[in-house]
């Protein structure tokens, strides 16, 4: 443990948060970190507690609690506690391939398990989630983190299709044990969602590109703009790879099923845009325009990267009327993102009820807590709106529009009934509204992967619309020498999930190779 009474002596302190106002007039992270002396403070906190449950990825009431990488996180905090700070990273990566990512993005399902949280011991989580990211980023400043290239080569190749979390993660495990690892990505850079779906102020993208750097030092080799399936052939590289992992992500958005739909302009055009198309298009609207004027040692504006954003993409915010469908993170990135291009006003609808602002008696610790967050984006929006922007249990029955483009939606309230014993979605009679609208983004969750790669190797694809595999923990497909993992394996789920499936994916493949 670090110190015996740390969670006695030091009340848990997170990372800061630039003020919401401030922090819109830009696409920069916005989370300013501890100095080391109250970081290792925090790191005192982290008690021996026996089971160390933040550790332990437990499915309860369907919901994991605790790390999915089962992180040796009571070792890490003593190092980082004690100022071992190479020693706090090499355990670190032992078992999390990259922290510099989750310790941005995650939703630290670790911290929700910890015992110092729980309620006999009466203190808050320890700040596990900041804590991972000062060893990451603490290991990158002192040099701790230079390329380790094997020693020995297997004379194995392995193809590794999609850049995102899961690929990325599967084809570092690879390499280190010495296999020959090429990653196939279609976009012109690595990272998938990391890159293009997570904006750039909750993963600031050089942190990406500092990561594929150190890969390809390592060995890994990368093909961009590689669209497998279409582009490239799946014959070939299965004649020229030992074993394919297909990472490719659960990118099929669930359609929006309202009236008037068929009478608008496909995309841009129409004013109603897929959330994962919309974020892509703006960070790459982020990431071109800040690399353009980092030339000339200048930064960039909002109204540059929007002006960028309608130029490339036809997608015009400033002064519009946003509406957004679907309550989760991605609606939440949509909701940012669009305040940030100067949005005139944000709705944000979901289907669920408001969650509960403290924990219901049938959701006990340890358990995922399902009570009410307030993100960052809805932050924002109270900020410069002066209202949440989440709409609850309502969904959008109707979509108006003129000449092809939208300019209202007509709403109605909804709520589940158990009807002839089946839960069922019914309306709310007489709770019709109608909102301005003149983008409307559709975060409705994903529906499985994109099916022209898996057709293309062979693959069944399951209920989910995702890679079939014999089992969840088996990443084998049922075509010779063919893997899967991340989202395309078990479905839309978190990035530590998709690093973890791609590990787990890698030791299979490694298995397989023998």
Known sequence: MAKP???????RVENGSVEPLVRITNFKEFHPKLDEKARREQAARCMNCGVPMCQSAMKL????????????????????????????????????????????????????????????????????????????????????????????????????????????????WLNRRGHSVTVYEREDKAGGLL???????????????????LMKAEGVEFVFNADVGHDYAASQILEDFDAV????????????????????????AGGVMFAVDFLTAVTKSVVQTNE?????????????????????????????????????????????????????????????????VERAANNPWPEWP??????????????????????YETTVKEVISENGHITAVKTIEVEFKMIDGKRQLVERAGTEKTLPCDLLLVAAGFVGCEEYTANAFGVELGPRGTVASPAPENYATGTAKIFTAGDMHRGQSLVVWAISEGRECAKQIDEYLK
């Open 5 to 11: 009474t740390g969670f006695m002596d030091y009340k």
């Open 61 to 172: 009431s369907g919901m994991v609690t605790g790390c999915p990488l089962h992180n040796y996180i009571p070792e890490w905090n003593d190092a980082l506690y004690n100022g071992q700070f190479d020693m706090a990273a090499w355990r670190l990566l032992k078992t999390s391939s990259f922290p510099e990512f989750t310790g941005r993005v995650c939703p630290a399902l670790c911290e929700k398990a910890c015992n110092c949280g729980s309620p006999v011991v009466g203190e808050s989580a320890v700040t596990v989630h900041d804590n991972e990211l000062f060893i990451i980023e603490k290991a990158f400043e002192t040099g701790y983190m230079k390329p380790e290239i094997p020693a020995n080569r297997s004379g194995k190749k392995i193809a590794v299709i999609g850049a995102g979390p899961a690929g990325l993660a599967c084809a570092d």
């Open 195 to 213: 890159m293009y779906g997570i904006p750039n102020m909750k993963l600031d993208k050089k942190i990406v590109d500092r990561r594929i750097e």
């Open 245 to 268: 992992a297909l990472c490719c992500g659960a990118k099929k958005a669930r359609a929006l099923a309202a009236a008037g739909m068929d009478k608008l302009n496909k995309g841009a």
């Open 292 to 356: 353009a004027l980092e030339k000339i040692g200048t930064e960039s504006t909002n109204d540059q990267i929007a002006s960028a954003l309608a130029a490339k993409s036809g997608i015009e915010v400033c002064g519009k009327n946003v509406v957004i469908v679907g309550g989760g993170d991605t609606g939440n990135d949509c909701c940012g993102s669009a305040i940030r291009l100067g949005a005139s006003g944000v709705v944000q609808i979901e289907m669920m009820p408001c969650p509960p």
């Open 370 to 391: 399902k009570v009410l967050k307030v993100d960052y984006g809805a932050e924002e929006s109270i900020a410069k709106f002066g209202h949440d922007p989440r709409v």
